[in-house]
C-alpha cells in the first residue's frame, strides 16, 4: 500500500549569526509502510533529532516537504493541522525532564484528551487506567508523581502519555539511551508489544545500532545531516556497505568471546568534523578509512546499489 509517512528533500537549516548556515539536515528521503518501524541512527549531532523535530512540525522545515497519508505536513494549518497533532506524536529522550513534575500521572497521561476535548469524567478516568496498564503500570499510580518512579517506569509513562490520543505513528527519540542496560530490553519490548497490538508505525532514533537491531524493519544512517545508507535491518548487519555504517557495526561487541577476540575493529581516526564547516565532497571522508581523491572532488549520490539498499558512497 502507500506508505504512511513520505519524507522528501527535508531540509532544516539553521541560520545563524555572520551568515553561517548550520544545515542539521539536509535533503533527507524516508519512506515509511504502515505498521513499519523505521530505526534512524547517527552519532549525536548527526541531525536524527531535529530530523524528528522537523517531521512532527515542532520545528518548519526549511526545504522539502512531509507527506503524512499523503498531505503535507508542513502545509497544514487549523483544523487539519489539530487532526495531524493526534495522529502524531513524539516520545522523549529523557522522562526526567519530559514529564511535569507538579503533574500527577494520571494528568499527565490525560492531557491530549483534555486538548483534545476526547473524554472526561469517568471516561477520562478508564482511559488512564488502560493506558496504565497497558504500558504495564497499573490505575494506582494515576495519583502519584514523576519523582516516585524509576527511569524505565518514566519512560513507560511517557509512552502512555503519547498513546493517550490513539495516533497512528510515534516518533521515539531515542526512548531508551537515558536508561539503565538492565531496563533497555524491556521498554523495547514494550513498544513491540504496543505496536502489536495498535498497529503502530514508529520512526525509531537512535545514537548506535545496536540499540535499534531488534526493532527495526529497516534502518537509516545519519551522518552530518544526511542520510549515508538505508536498507533492511537484517541486510544492514549482514552487508553493511558504506565505510561509517562499516565502523558502527564493529563498533558492537559480539556475545561468542572466540568471535570477539579474532575480528577486526574499524577505529575512525579524528572527530565528526563541525555541521558548521562540513569537509567538500563525501562528509564521511575526513574520517573514512577507504577515501579516495574522488572523494574530495564530488559528493557522492545517494543512490539504490542492490534491491533495496541504498548508499551514498564513490565504492559504489
Ligand atoms: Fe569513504 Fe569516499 Fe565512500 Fe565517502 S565516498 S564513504 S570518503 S569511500
Ligand atoms: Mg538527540
Known sequence: GNPILEVRDLQKHFHLGGGKTLKAVDKLNISIGRGETFGLVGESGCGKSTAGRTIIRLYEATGGEVLFNGENVHKLRGNKLQEFRRHMQMVFQDPYASLNPRMTVGNIIAEGLDIHGLADGKQRKQRVSELLNAVGLNEEHASRFPHEFSGGQRQRIGIARALAIEPQFIIADE??????????????????????ERGLTYLFIAHDLAMVKHISDRIGVMYLGKLVEVTTSEELYA???????????????????????TRERIILEGEIPSPLNPPSGCPFRTRCPKAMPECAASMPEFKEVQPGHFTACHLY
Not at 536508561?179 to 513491540?192: E, G, P, R, Y
Not at 556475545?255 to 577476540?261: A, G, I, K, L, S
Open 175 to 196: 526512548p531508551i539511551s537515558a536508561l539503565d542496560v538492565s531496563v533497555q530490553a524491556q521498554v523495547v519490548n514494550l513498544f513491540k508489544k504496543l505496536q502489536k
Open 239 to 261: 552487508n553493511p556497505l558504506h565505510p561509517y555504517t562499516q565502523s558502527l557495526l564493529s563498533a558492537i561487541p559480539i556475545p561468542d568471546p572466540e568471535v570477539e577476540r
